[in-house]
């Protein structure tokens, strides 16, 4: 009865040396009697008991690691205390395992060392406008020596920039006369786009008033040529008119008949008028004469 105990105790000890389940995103690493021998994937695996053994157990997952704050000091010598955090994963067990005593305390100083050099290279207003050239760089030194040491850097983040009180109040004054300052031009800028409109409008409204003007001198020196045209047209058309009626028989004692008519009531109204100046032509003959012709023309005219 005792030999089947032991005899199942040592089965059980067997066995359970010699089955290994290794989880999902997990490497571990075996050593056959102290020298590397594999790596055992996800899943069921099985070892030789007490020449086997699992030396180091690896996550393969994506580890965050947190880097701890150090003073840095810029290429204008001025200092910062920066803190940041590291994205990292194992892509190999076996150089994990043997690649570096400690790979995590390795990356860890490789990150701050690496970024005091990149902080060293910036002045002090580029550390804060330039974080993502700082953060590629350091990923990118990092990740060189890491090869060797089975891990793959995937990113790296600054959480915080923190400069000594006495330069942060003199950021914080310099920052107040920027703001100032683009107030004072805003104003100004303001002011003057304002002069500007107001000449530009009375400048039109002068190009407006003078092109109205324009157009009512036109408009009336065009509103008097048609008068004048007309007028002349008209008078053409009246001589047109009178010239062909003289043409034709008669008309020149028609014409002489009228003119006759004309003069005798003009000097019946110079008779007529209560004025003591009295204007006689300086010839009285030809008067009498028109006179005597027009009064048989109108004779001839009744006895016809």
């Known amino acids: 009865m005792e030999i089947a105990i032991v005899i199942f105790v040592i089965a059980v000890i067997f066995i359970t040396r010699s089955i290994k389940v290794v989880p999902q995103q997990h490497a571990w690493v075996i050593e056959r009697l102290g020298k590397y021998h594999g790596t055992l994937t996800p899943g069921l695996n099985f ?23 150090q003073v840095c000091i810029t290429r204008d010598n001025t200092q910062l205390q920066v803190d940041g955090i590291l994205y990292f994963q194992v892509t190999d067990a076996m150089r994990a395992s043997y690649g570096s005593s400690n790979y995590i305390l390795a990356i860890s100083q490789l990150a701050q060392t690496s970024l005091r050099s990149v902080i060293g290279k910036l002045e002090l207003d580029k550390t804060f406008e330039e974080r993502d050239i700082i953060n590629a760089q350091v990923v990118q030194a990092i990740d060189e ?40 031009i805003a104003a100004s800028e ?43 047209e008209a008078t053409a058309r009246a001589i047109e008119v009178v010239a062909n009626a003289i043409r034709q028989p008669g008309g020149e004692q028609a014409v002489q008949l009228k003119v006759a008519e004309r003069a005798v009531d003009a000097y019946s109204k110079v008779a007529a008028e209560s004025s003591t100046t009295l204007i006689v032509p300086s010839n009285m003959t030809e008067v009498s004469a028109l006179i005597t012709s027009a009064m048989k023309m109108i004779q001839m005219q009744k006895a016809q």
């Open 145 to 184: 020596a890491a090869l060797n040491w089975g891990v793959k850097v995937l990113r790296y983040e600054i959480k915080d920039l923190t400069p000594p009180k006495e330069i942060l109040h003199a950021m914080q004054q310099q920052i107040t006369a920027e703001r100032e300052k683009r107030a004072l």
């Open 190 to 232: 303001g002011r003057r786009q304002e002069q500007i409109n107001i000449a530009t409008g009375e400048r039109e409204a002068f190009i407006a008033r003078s092109e109205g003007e324009k157009q009512a001198a036109i408009n009336n020196a065009q509103g008097e040529a048609g008068a004048i045209t007309a007028v002349a």
């Open 47 to 69: 070892l030789v008991p007490f020449v086997d053994r699992v030396a180091y157990k690896h996550v393969l997952k994506e580890i965050p690691l947190d880097i701890a704050s």
